[in-house]
């Protein structure tokens, strides 16, 4: 009978410690985008002890979809265990979800990092202040919503803040510089 592609976690039970299993989840985290170079698979192979480099992608694969599940899935260290299927051993699970929870944070920085999202104006709502007091200095109070997109911290945001008439002033060329600036962009030809 074929082993299944979760059996091949087995093959962690090579490491002689868990410091190892360590350096092999540090190391599919460090290259995540670009993969394993030739020399850190035989750092890794050697660390398994094992003879050839085919049982290698099959334990990669599991290894990196239990990360990717747990950075951006925001699994909890509870849920880490329903990952695993009845036929990876106990010890096995235990050791993962350990280590796997103690990455889950560093690992959701550098995502955050990696992306550097920026929340985007969902809705914006405004009203005069103050407007029954006698006010020689008039502002306005601006209510925006945002919407932040990232994975790990979706969700709405509201930012509330007054403006001065000199400051929306300053405000307002602002913006206006900014049109411009979409205006001559989208006067340039595809491919300048």
């Not at 334990?59 to 695993?84: A, G, H, P, Q, W």
């Not at 036929?87 to 280590?99: A, D, G, N, R």
């Not at 790990?152 to 929306?168: I, M, N, Q, Y």
């Amino acid at each position: 009978m074929e082993q299944s592609l979760w059996g091949h976690l087995s093959l962690l039970l090579r490491a002689n410690t868990k410091e190892s299993v360590e350096y092999i989840l540090e190391s599919l985290w460090r290259t995540r985008k670009c993969g394993l170079d030739s020399s850190e698979r035989r750092v890794i192979q050697d660390i398994l002890q094992l003879q050839n480099d085919t049982d290698l992608d099959p334990l990669l694969v599991c290894l990196r979809m239990l990360i990717r599940r747990c950075v951006y899935e925001n699994t909890s260290k509870d849920e880490i265990t329903k990952l695993f299927p009845n036929e990876v051993l106990p010890e096995l699970q235990k050791l993962l979800t350990i280590l796997l929870h103690k990455f889950q944070p560093l690992w959701q920085q550098d995502v955050l990092k990696d992306k550097n999202v920026v929340p985007r104006l969902k809705a914006m709502t405004w009203n005069m202040a103050n407007a029954d007091e006698d006010s020689t200095d008039p502002a306005a109070v601006i209510n925006l919503k945002l919407q932040n997109d990232s994975q790990l911290h979706s969700g709405e945001l509201d930012v509330k803040f007054r403006l001065a008439t000199d400051t929306l002033e300053m405000m307002l060329k602002s913006m206006h510089s900014i049109r411009d600036q979409f205006s001559t962009s989208e006067e340039v030809p595809n491919g300048h």
